[in-house]
């Protein structure tokens, strides 16, 4: 059956003489492998459509085993994110956690929008970094991994003014909760991964977060990533 969608190519990976298999996040099928015949052939009818990074309709046969790619052509290449290392890099981190967050053929248009959306407005944010810690915690979201942030998410507790994260229990516990290896928190950080998580991508920038608590707020949501994977993984 010939098939088409539009599709972000996360990921592509040598195959055969000539080939490519590719990852991609499409709007209609969720995250799909496809196969590209020859496309690393300098006259490849592909040309540049299955770039990294890159938003292209794509049109293929759906065998039983396999996805044929036919067509494809670039809605968006994102040229301004890929000429700037530091936006590459983040976007380029964004793609390989939706490849280890996301299930494959599972569609889900709210976390194709959300790359999307990234990708439209990367360029032009001024710390590309929010934007990703923000990417993060909106994919979290929508994959139903959020962060508890309004509550204590170990004992269900109000939040007091003293707080500690704890990858284990999934988001901020209190006082009386906290265990050995949380990290304490100062309540203005906390307070930002909950503008971080709600906040549009026209508003990131007006945020006040300094340099270190975003750092370390990278590191706690990389820290909850990185625990959540190992579960579902065991
Ligand atoms: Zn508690």
Known sequence: MIRKTTGII??????RESD???????????????????????ESKFGAALDLLTLSELVFYEGENLKLLKEASIV????????????????LQAASLLNQLIEDEHPDRAVFDLYEDFLSHLDYLKRPSMGELAFKLKLLRAAGLAPRLNRCA???????????????????????????????????TAQSLKMLLGASWERLDRLALYEDELEIAHRLIDEFIGYHLRAVRR
């Open 76 to 91: 968006a290449d994102f040229r301004k994110v890929k000429r700037e290392y530091e936006r590459l890099e983040t976007a």
């Open 20 to 42: 490519l298999i590719l990852t991609a996040l499409s709007r209609d099928y969720g995250k799909i492998s496809l196969i590209a015949k020859a496309a690393r052939r300098p």
């Open 10 to 15: 996360l990921r592509a990976i040598k195959f």
């Open 154 to 188: 170990r004992g269900g507790h109000l939040l007091t003014r003293e707080l500690w994260f704890s990858a284990q229990h999934g988001g901020l516990v209190c006082s009386e909760c906290h265990q050995a290896g949380d990290t304490r928190l100062q309540p203005g």
